[in-house]
């Protein structure tokens, strides 16, 4: 009997520390929803996949290479410029054949990446070199908004929208904002130049 009782509380024993190590192992994150994700960080894959995309876009325009571009561009595409002026895909194609402005020149840098099932929303900063009507040339320096969607294996831009940032001449005359919460969108510095002003 006094036997059977050790037999117990050995088990017993050996039992609770095999749960105790079981409670000391972390438990994995909850994966999120199928077709929802939000991939933010600069390290995600979806930020390296799409930026080829964008330097691939980025490429066709500053080469003038018409082919690479209807790789990009889906047959819907709508683009916004930062002027207002609203162009198709063919009339996107059809300037860049003419090449009526040879300093053209565009850098393109994915910030954020949201998946929405098969639609992808890509928020980056862009430069734009190009030359004024009146000859002057300039860099436009913005941000972006793609709207990707998934088409046979790849991805295709459908809608693009650009917003010219402004440059603040005097950093002090900023208006603070009394909002809770306001909205704010951390742009780190273009292509790696650093804004002494803020």
Known sequence: MVRMTRLVAGFSLFFLSLCSAAAQIPASAPAPPAGHSDATSTESP???????????????????????????????FVDISAAGEITTRNQQLAQLITGEDKTLHLEQRVITVRMLGDIAVVNGTYILHHKLASG????????????????????????SQRTVLREDSNAKAKKQSNAEQPFHIPIPPLFGKSDKSQ
Not at 51 to 74: C, F, H, M, P, T
Not at 141 to 149: A, D, M, Q, S
């Open 46 to 76: 979806q930020i390296r996949e799409f930026q080829k995309i964008e330097d691939g876009w980025s490429g066709a325009i500053n080469q003038r290479d018409q082919y690479s571009l209807e790789l990009v561009l889906s047959p819907v």
């Open 136 to 159: 002057q040339q300039v860099d436009e320096k913005g941000v972006f908004t793609h709207l990707f969607e998934r088409t046979r294996g790849g991805w295709l831009c459908i809608n």
